[in-house]
């Protein structure tokens, strides 16, 4: 099992960056592929990246691909999200979350277990 727990968030200016962290515990991080998802008021929960057990393979939301990077690091059990280039659409709530699918995964169903996510304010 993992137990993701969120970092990072808070708020920034339209066009500006910000790094989410995802700290997991356990000692199977490699055995999972990782996502982030988000989720704005009034809105479902959305797909943002996610990435291979490996790292080797990453996919985006077409809203925010160009702007946001997935990357993990095997030693530290830990995933981020790299944000760039943002706007007012991407407030919401960002969460980590932790797939068996090792190859990656868009689908929210496909991943076993969610952190309480950290909350993403865009100001214009």
């Known amino acids: 099992q993992v137990q993701p727990v969120e970092s990072g968030g808070g708020s920034v200016q339209a066009a500006g960056p910000l790094r989410l962290s995802c700290a997991t515990s356990g000692r199977t991080f490699s055995s999972y592929a990782m996502g982030w998802f988000r989720q704005a008021p009034g809105k479902e929960r959305e797909f943002v990246a996610t990435?291979?057990?490996?790292?080797?393979?990453?996919y985006y939301a077409d809203s925010v691909k160009g702007r946001f990077t997935i990357s993990r690091d095997a030693d530290k059990s830990k995933v981020y999200l790299e944000m760039n280039s943002l706007k007012p659409e991407d407030t919401a709530h960002y969460y980590c979350?932790?797939?068996?699918?090792?190859?990656?995964?868009?689908?929210?169903?496909?991943?076993?277990?969610w952190g309480q996510g950290t909350h993403v304010t865009v100001s214009s």
């Open positions: 990435i291979s057990w490996n790292g080797g393979r990453t």
């Open positions: 979350a932790a797939s068996g699918v090792v190859s990656g995964s868009r689908s929210s169903y496909e991943y076993d277990y």
